[in-house]
Structure formats: structure tokens, C-alpha cells
């Protein structure tokens, strides 16, 4: 799959800026000094759905409308990409319903309602729920909206283009990985711009098959996926996502959920932000490497702030106990 170019990107950057102002990036002292490093965060949670793949959707269905006449729009999801498909075709008048796993964060499920689309519970876990998407879709004649694709990737890399922009001379970004989308955008813009800063994506050990798959240089997908971070739940990785990132970042480390909520209550104790399991992945992941990147500019994604309450009980616990 080819790149966008730095035109194409600053096409999508400019749609997507109609929609949404550019989020914040932020030097925190207490993370740099916990980290030893000059550490820089991308503020993905504080956009209008509370995580980056506003900036997909809005792109996407944008192309999508163009291209014909569609009414109804289906995708599957574990919570953020479908806020972002709901909020998008909200916006272009259509019609939209997302697929879930049973048991999907609560409030996730919650938000998507209330942007109008149609909620529907399927399987046991996220792949179960996007193959039941690619037969509703088909079933209905709807519009099947896959969760990686380059139109995603041209919107997501916006924040990307923002990043280094706004923070130049980056030395390493720490990015989560779920199906690809948001590391791809990274790459994508990196490449456009020249830069030299090395990439390195970051997984749940529970939901490992994207680090199993660099590991190998093939795809290999996993018989589970089960982490606290619903948005890192992949057993089946994308074969173009796979190529950008193998050919793109320097290494993928593995974290585990007790790391991950380590750094969401780091987050909130250094920066009073809160951070989804996902989004507290890349911070987990740069305490995981703290020695190798002591004194670099480093820059990491927060990539999306929606937590249910029972996960934010046990964020605060994780605080309290000493963890932060």
C-alpha cells in the first residue's frame, strides 16, 4: 500500500481542521522528570469524541459522499473508531451502526448512542464483531466502513503533521497499535515531511500478534485478545498495516496491564489527564525503556481518554497505592 504524499496529507489536515481545532502537545515536567527524558505528549483525548480517530471518520465519510449516493454505513469497532464513524455520518446525514463484542466498555457503547448510531452486540471479541459487520453490511447493502484503510490513515496522520510541526527535532514517538491505523498515519507523515524520528509502536502482551508479527517478518494472529486497553484488541493484524509497519517503525514493545494502568494513573498524577488504556500505552511503554531514553526529546501519543468508571477505580487505586 503507498503512502499519501505531504500534499494529500495537508488536504486531509485541512478537512479535518474544519471540523476540529489541532490538540494540544505538552512538555510535562513531572512525566519528564519520572522519565529522564524531554517528554512530550500529543493531547488525542480532547477532541470532540475524546480520542484521534475523529480525524479518520471525518475524512473517510467525507471521500464516501462524494463518491455516490449512501444512506446507511456499518463498521465494527471496540469503541472509538465507531464514535468516530457516528459523529462523521452525522455530520454527512447518514445513517450508521456499529458492531461491539458483548461485554464493550459501557460508556464507550453509551457515547456511541448518543451519536446516533444504531448499536448492535455481536461475539466475543472484536474480530468476531467485525466479521459480523462485512455480513450485516453485505446483508443490507449498506456501506461496510473497515477499521484500516488508507482514507483512516490520511486523517489520523493529521495529528501527526501537527506533532511535528508544533515539536520538531523529535528523536523517537511512542505510538499504541490496535488494527494500525493511528502508527500508519505517523509513518505516513514522517516520510512526507523527511524527518529522521524513529517510530516504535507499543501493544498489550495480551494482545500481542502485531509484535509476534514484526517478530517474524509474516502476519500471525492470535487465538485471543484480552488486555484492559480495548483499543490495542487485535488478534488478526491488517497485511497492508503490517507491510507500512514493518517497513516503517524501529521496534514494537510489549506491555503489560499492570504497566498500563501504572501509566494512566501517571498520567493523572503528573498531568491530570485521563488516559484510556490505549492511550497510557506509549508512556508504559517509554518507563519500560526509561534507560535507553534518558536525556531524548521524545514525543508520545495519548491517543484517547475514554475510560469507564470501573477502569478509573482502578487507575485511582493504582495511585493511592503508590504505583504513581
Known sequence: ???????????????????????????????????????????????????????GGLVYLDALKRQGPTKRVVAATRGNHGQSIAFAAARAGLNSAVVVPRGNAVGKNAAMQALGAELIEHGADF?????HAMTLAD????????????????????YALEFFYAAPDLHTIYVPVGLGSGICGTIAAREALGLKTEIVGVVSENAAAYALSFEAGKVISTNSSDSIADGLDCRVPNADAFGIIR?????IVTVSDNEIL???AHYLTDTHNLAEGAGAASLAALLKEKAQMAGKKIGLIL??????????????????????
Open 1 to 55: 500500500m503507498k503512502l499519501p504524499n505531504l500534499h494529500a496529507l495537508e488536504q486531509a489536515t485541512e478537512l479535518v481542521h474544519q471540523t476540529l481545532t489541532p490538540t494540544a502537545q505538552i512538555c510535562w515536567p513531572l512525566l519528564s522528570q519520572r522519565t529522564g527524558a524531554e517528554v512530550w505528549v500529543k493531547h488525542e483525548n480532547h477532541t470532540p469524541i475524546g480520542a484521534f480517530k475523529v480525524r
Open 139 to 158: 446483508g443490507e447493502r449498506a456501506t461496510f466502513i473497515p477499521s484500516f484503510d488508507i482514507g483512516l490513515v490520511k486523517g489520523v496522520a493529521s
Open 127 to 131: 474480530q468476531e464483531a467485525f466479521e
Open 247 to 251: 517497513a516503517g517503525v524501529e521496534r
Open 262 to 264: 501504572s501509566a494512566m
Open 303 to 324: 491517543s484517547g481518554g475514554n475510560a469507564d468508571p470501573s477502569l478509573i477505580e482502578r487507575t485511582l487505586f493504582h495511585a493511592d497505592d503508590g504505583a504513581a
